[in-house]
Each structure stands twice: as structure tokens, then as C-alpha cells.
């Protein structure tokens, strides 16, 4: 490895292998984004015996917490310049800290494990989850600067995220139909998948993967420079629409298991199988989704996902129970708009970096990022409230049919179908009139190739 970038000229289009090495540490990463809103908060409260409220408290005060790490981290990642690049050494610190949480958090924990056990740990799990998360997206906004090309960088994370995704929930049910053990052991085991991969995806990406340096002067300003990006009007409309469609996809995800057991009246599996039919689903939808926004923009091909995700979630969440094949169906057709919002909104945030970068001359990409990743994260905050309403009008969470009341099952339904549903729509109604259009940022990128000087912009080459 050389001690200093190379001066190369990025390439206009990454190679798929290139792409598929780059994303490959989305697929433990995934794992974490799937378990820390769906499946850790469900486990500690059924199986370790935490209270439902306890719970959630906890993991919405570690949220809050976590919140004010990102702008840290961020602006931690945008003054980084070492021999290996900007955002790459941040991927190796988060995995040995991943590891050693995935550990604790899922393999070692027993029945009885109380509340400042999971205070601890789920503070370090998501320490580390913000440091690779937020180092991979800063990556990849330099991989491909391109406005097209970035949408295909951003198209790659999501398919291997939603890969990832389906691979860790396919295993507690393998585990269970296998008969290796119970529900239980099946989430021990994916706390064992994560350890494993998370050494052999990043140390791959690291050691293959290119890492181009935007041109900029350092960044300054401090807590300044972070508010001052709420000024600016392409930012806004991102942060408030990322806030939206992480509600509403965290809302169905905490709940899931509750309304599918004592709705509809399935198990614990049936339920996963539910889940796994929805992501896949995103996983055949998004290359459409990529190529419509290369057709229409990425700010309208959004605001048409949310709009048909919407009207495709609530009719999904109305089909009655007893009919696993048609739940099944409605769960995968509700899941092909799923993946728009995800990778969309983080090419538009990258975009979004290039005018700020124009406008300042300073490099923010990285802080700009731990935004919208707080944002995301307020959303599975805001996510975790209907733990507490459920809790108020009596709600246990006890496996299949039967132990509530029918107030509190009204209430379970109403915060599954209706809020979703409401919040998707009002997502599309956010982005009308966003500034940053496709012709827009074509101006941006010549202005920043004829002052930088694209063919000037280093490159640090993997080993």
C-alpha cells in the first residue's frame, strides 16, 4: 500500500464486482438493522422477561444517546486523512466493537438479564452500528459522483442490505424447522452468523474496494456548521421524509409478531415467513425503483414509492388471517416499494453533499450523513412509542391467541395498519417541490469538476 493517495481520475462507472465487494459488509450490518427494531426488542421482552415498557424505555434512551454520537462521528470521519483514506479505517474500528456486542447481545444473555444489562450492551451495539453504517455510506458517496451512477452504488448497498436481511431471518426459522432447537437458539445463532461475517465482509471491502478523496478544504464550524445545514432547503425536505418512512416501516417491524399472533392468528414462524416474503420482495422491486428515478428523478420516483407503498401496506394488513398463501402474497406485493425510500433518500443525500461542497468549498459528506442517520434513528425511536400506548391500554405480549383484551387488540391494529399507511403518503406530500433536481446537480458536478479539477482527485488504491 502506498503512504500516499494516487492522482487518478475516478471512474465514471464501478465495476459490478467492484459494487458487490463494496457492499458485501451490508450483509451483517443488515442483520443489526433488522434485529435492533424487529427482533432484539420482541426477544428481550418474550424470552429474556423484561417488561414490554422496560424495554422500550431502553431502547429509546439509548436512541436519544446514540443520536448525539452521529454528529461526533461524523465530523470525526469528514477532519479523518490517514494513508488508507477517509472512511475505511472507520470501518475497522466498528468490527471488532460489533463483534464483541453481537456477542453479548445475542449468544450470551440469559432469562433474567435486567434492564441495565441491555442498557450496556445496546449502547456499544449501536455505537459500533453507527460507525460502520456511517463509514460505509461516506464511502460510497465518493465511490460513483455521477447522479446516475450514484443511484447504482446506492441500488447495490440496498439489494445486499435486503440479502442480508433475508438471511438472517430465514435462520431463526431453519433453526426451528431443522429441529435443532427453539425460537430461542435460532436468535443466539444469528448473533453467531453476524460475528463471522462481519471480519470476512469488511477486511474484503477494505483490500479491494478504491476509496476517491473529494477535493475541499477541511472541514470547520463546529456545532455551527452541523445547524446550519438545517438551512438549507434540499436537506429539510430529506431529513423530514427520512423521518417519515422510518417511523412507518419501524412502527410494522416492532409490532409485527404482536398483530400476526393475536390478529390473524399465526406463529412465531409464519410470522418470520411473512417478513421474509415482504423483503424479498424488496429486493425484486428496487432495481425498478433505481431505474425510474434515472427516468423521473430520484425526489419523484420517491415520492411515487411512498405513495404506492402506502396504498400496498394497508391492503396487505387487511386480508384476513387463516390463509397463509394469501397473506403471503399480499405481504410480498406490500413489499416492492420498500427499498425506494432506503437507498433514494441516501443518493439524494449524497447529492445533496455536492451542493454543499459548492457552495462552501468544505467536504461534509460524512456529517451530513450522521443527519440523516439521526433522523433515521429519531424514527425508531418515535417507532418504539406504541410499546408504551400498548402497555397503557394493557397489552401483553404473550405468543399466540388469546391473553388482551379487545380494546387493547383494536389498538394494536389501529397503530399497525393505519399509522404506517398515513405516514407513507405524508412522505410523498414532503418531497413536492424538491430542489434538486437531476439538471441541478449536472450544474453542481461541472462547477465542482471545472474548480476542483476532476482528474486531480486522489484516490487511495486498496493494498
Do not use: C
Given at each position: 500500500m502506498t503512504d500516499a493517495p494516487v492522482a487518478e481520475a475516478a471512474p465514471a462507472r464501478r465495476s459490478n464486482a467492484i459494487l458487490a465487494a463494496f457492499s458485501g459488509p451490508c450483509l451483517p450490518l443488515a442483520a443489526f438493522g433488522?434485529?435492533?427494531?424487529?427482533?432484539?426488542?420482541?426477544?428481550?421482552?418474550?424470552?429474556?422477561?423484561?417488561?414490554?415498557?422496560?424495554?422500550?424505555?431502553?431502547?429509546?434512551?439509548?436512541?436519544?444517546?446514540?443520536?448525539?454520537?452521529?454528529?461526533?462521528?461524523g465530523w470525526g470521519m469528514d477532519k479523518t486523512k490517514t494513508r488508507w483514506g477517509r472512511y475505511r479505517p472507520w470501518m475497522a474500528i466498528s468490527t471488532p466493537i460489533l463483534m464483541l456486542s453481537a456477542l453479548m447481545m445475542f449468544v450470551v444473555v440469559q432469562p433474567g438479564a435486567g434492564?441495565?444489562?441491555?442498557?450496556?450492551?445496546?449502547?456499544?451495539?449501536?455505537?459500533?452500528?453507527?460507525?460502520?453504517?456511517?463509514?460505509?455510506?461516506?464511502?460510497?458517496?465518493?465511490?460513483?459522483p455521477q447522479y446516475d451512477q450514484r443511484s447504482r452504488v446506492y441500488g447495490w448497498w440496498q439489494v445486499f442490505n435486503i440479502i442480508g436481511v433475508i438471511l438472517i431471518l430465514i435462520l431463526p426459522t431453519v433453526v426451528v424447522k431443522t429441529g435443532i432447537g427453539d425460537?430461542?437458539?435460532?436468535?443466539?445463532?444469528?448473533?453467531?452468523?453476524?460475528?463471522?461475517?462481519?471480519?470476512?465482509?469488511?477486511?474484503?471491502?477494505?483490500?479491494v474496494v478504491p476509496e476517491p478523496v473529494n477535493a475541499g478544504a477541511a472541514p470547520h464550524g463546529g456545532p455551527k456548521a452541523y445547524l446550519g445545514l438545517f438551512g438549507k432547503k434540499t436537506v429539510r425536505k430529506l431529513l423530514f421524509a427520512d423521518l417519515l418512512l422510518g417511523v412507518a416501516p419501524g412502527i410494522t417491524g416492532s409490532l409485527l409478531f404482536f398483530f400476526f399472533g393475536q390478529i390473524k392468528g399465526y406463529d412465531h414462524t409464519q410470522a418470520s415467513l411473512f417478513m421474509l416474503f415482504y423483503?424479498?420482495?424488496?429486493?425484486?422491486?428496487?432495481?425498478?425503483?433505481?431505474?425510474?428515478?434515472?427516468?423521473?428523478?430520484?425526489?419523484?420516483?420517491?415520492?411515487?414509492?411512498?405513495?404506492?407503498?402506502?396504498?400496498?401496506?394497508?391492503?396487505?394488513?387487511?386480508?384476513?388471517?387463516?390463509?397463509?398463501?394469501?397473506?403471503?402474497?399480499?405481504?410480498?406485493?406490500?413489499?416492492?416499494?420498500?427499498?425506494?425510500?432506503?437507498?433514494?433518500?441516501?443518493?439524494?443525500?449524497?447529492?445533496?453533499?455536492?451542493?454543499?461542497?459548492?457552495?462552501?468549498?468544505?467536504?461534509?459528506?460524512?456529517?451530513?450523513?450522521?443527519?440523516?442517520?439521526?433522523?433515521?434513528?429519531?424514527g425508531h425511536v418515535v417507532a418504539l412509542i406504541p410499546y408504551l400506548v400498548l402497555q397503557a391500554v394493557g397489552f401483553r405480549a404473550v405468543p399466540g391467541v388469546g391473553g388482551n383484551s379487545e380494546m387493547s387488540l383494536l389498538t394494536l391494529q389501529i397503530l399497525f395498519i393505519l399509522v404506517p399507511g398515513l405516514l407513507l403518503a405524508?412522505?410523498?406530500?414532503?418531497?413536492?417541490?424538491?430542489?434538486?433536481?437531476?439538471?441541478?446537480?449536472?450544474?453542481?458536478?461541472?462547477?465542482?469538476?471545472?474548480?476542483?479539477?476532476?482528474?486531480?482527485?486522489?484516490?487511495?488504491?486498496?493494498?
Open positions: 433488522v434485529a435492533l427494531p424487529v427482533t432484539l426488542p420482541e426477544f428481550y421482552a418474550t424470552y429474556v422477561g423484561l417488561e414490554l415498557g422496560v424495554v422500550a424505555a431502553v431502547f429509546m434512551a439509548v436512541r436519544l444517546i446514540d443520536i448525539v454520537f452521529d454528529p461526533f462521528i434492564a441495565a444489562y441491555l442498557f450496556g450492551w445496546l449502547l456499544v451495539l449501536y455505537l459500533g452500528f453507527s460507525i460502520g453504517t456511517l463509514g460505509q455510506l461516506g464511502w460510497a458517496s465518493v465511490l460513483a425460537y430461542a437458539a435460532g436468535v443466539r445463532i444469528m448473533g453467531w452468523a453476524i460475528m463471522i461475517a462481519l471480519p470476512v465482509t469488511i477486511g474484503l471491502a477494505m483490500f423483503f424479498v420482495a424488496g429486493l425484486v422491486g428496487a432495481p425498478f425503483w433505481a431505474w425510474l428515478a434515472t427516468k423521473i428523478g430520484k425526489d419523484r420516483a420517491l415520492a411515487t414509492a411512498s405513495l404506492v407503498f402506502a396504498v400496498f401496506y394497508i391492503g396487505a394488513t387487511l386480508v384476513p388471517g387463516g390463509n397463509f398463501a394469501l397473506t403471503a402474497v399480499a405481504m410480498f406485493i406490500a413489499g416492492l416499494p420498500y427499498a425506494a425510500g432506503l437507498f433514494l433518500l441516501r443518493a439524494m443525500m449524497a447529492d445533496a453533499g455536492d451542493e454543499v461542497r459548492l457552495d462552501t468549498g468544505v467536504d461534509r459528506t460524512g456529517l451530513m450523513f450522521s443527519i440523516l442517520s439521526a433522523t433515521t434513528k429519531i405524508a412522505a410523498a406530500l414532503v418531497l413536492k417541490g424538491y430542489p434538486l433536481t437531476p439538471a441541478r446537480h449536472d450544474e453542481i458536478r461541472k462547477a465542482l469538476e471545472a474548480r476542483d479539477g476532476a482528474a486531480t482527485d486522489p484516490v487511495v488504491e486498496p493494498a
